[in-house]
C-alpha cells in the first residue's frame, strides 16, 4: 500500500539554524513527490515536484532532493517567514498519498 | 487569474441540514479534488474528479456527495449534516496528461461547523 512519513512531526529552529525534513515513501510506481508549504488557516502552497532519484530543485533557502526511498527539504539559514507546515505528498501509478506534515517553528 | 476559489469561507450548520460548498477554478485544469482537514490533522481526499461528468471516490466519501457537469465548478453536498463532518474543507485543481500529474493549486478552504 502507497504510504508517505514525515519526520520530525515537529521542528523548532533558531534563526539561522539549518535543518533537514525527512520524507519516506513507498508507492507503486512513482510518478511524482510533491512538497507544499501551508500557513495557518491558508491552504497548502506549492514548492516543488521531482519526477526521478538524483534530482533537486531550490527555492530560496529551500531546496528539495530525491531518493528511491527518501526526499528531504533542506532549509538553510531560517527566517521567522519560513514557519509554516511543510506537506510531503506522493503520486503512485494509483493515487496521491499525503504525509502528515512537519511543523517548522523559527524564532528570531 | 482568480486560481481556485471557495465558497462561502465559514458555515455553521445545524445537526441534519444540508448544504453545497462551491469551488471553481480558471486555470483550465481537468482534474479536481475535494479535501478535509481535521485540526491538527493531514489532508483527506473526499472525492476527487478527472474531467466533467466523471467523479470517483476517496479516502473519506461517507456523507458527501460531489458532481462535475463543467471543467470549472466542483461543488460538494453535505446531506444530513453530522458533527463528525466539522472540519476544515479544501478544494484544489491541478492538470494532468498521460500519466504525469502536475501540482495542485488549492483554494483558501472553507471552515464548518456542525452543532
Known amino acids: 500500500e502507497d504510504q508517505v512519513t514525515q519526520s520530525p512531526e515537529a521542528l523548532r529552529l533558531q534563526e539561522g539554524e539549518s535543518s533537514s525534513l525527512n520524507c519516506s515513501y513507498t508507492?507503486?510506481?512513482?510518478?511524482?513527490l510533491f512538497w507544499y508549504r501551508q500557513d495557518p488557516g491558508k491552504g497548502p502552497e506549492f514548492l516543488f515536484t521531482?519526477?526521478?532519484a538524483g534530482e533537486e530543485k531550490e527555492k530560496e533557502r529551500l531546496k528539495a532532493t530525491l531518493t528511491k526511498k527518501e526526499s528531504f527539504l533542506h532549509i538553510t539559514a531560517p527566517k521567522p517567514e519560513d514557519s509554516a507546515t511543510y506537506l510531503c505528498?506522493?503520486?503512485?501509478?494509483?493515487?496521491?498519498?499525503f504525509g502528515a506534515g512537519t511543523t517548522v517553528t523559527v524564532r528570531a | 487569474n482568480a486560481g481556485v476559489t471557495q465558497t462561502p469561507k465559514f458555515r455553521i450548520l445545524k445537526i441534519g441540514q444540508s448544504m453545497t460548498l462551491q469551488c471553481a477554478q480558471d486555470?483550465?485544469?481537468?482534474?479536481m479534488y475535494w479535501y478535509r482537514q481535521d485540526p491538527g490533522m493531514g489532508l483527506k481526499l473526499i472525492y476527487y474528479?478527472?474531467?466533467?461528468?466523471?467523479?470517483d471516490k476517496g479516502e473519506v466519501p461517507n456523507g458527501y456527495n460531489v458532481s462535475r457537469s463543467t471543467t470549472e465548478d466542483f461543488p460538494l453536498r453535505l446531506e444530513l449534516a453530522a458533527p463528525s463532518q466539522t472540519s476544515v474543507y479544501f478544494c484544489?485543481?491541478?492538470?494532468?496528461?498521460?500519466?504525469?500529474?502536475?501540482?495542485?493549486?488549492f483554494g483558501p478552504g472553507t471552515r464548518l461547523t456542525v452543532t
Open positions: 484544489a485543481s491541478s492538470y494532468a496528461s498521460g500519466a504525469i500529474v502536475y501540482e495542485q493549486y
Open positions: 508507492v507503486s510506481g512513482l510518478r511524482g
Open positions: 521531482l519526477y526521478s
Open positions: 505528498v506522493s503520486k503512485g501509478d494509483y493515487k496521491l498519498s
Open positions: 486555470m483550465n485544469h481537468n482534474y
Open positions: 474528479s478527472v474531467g466533467a461528468g466523471i467523479t
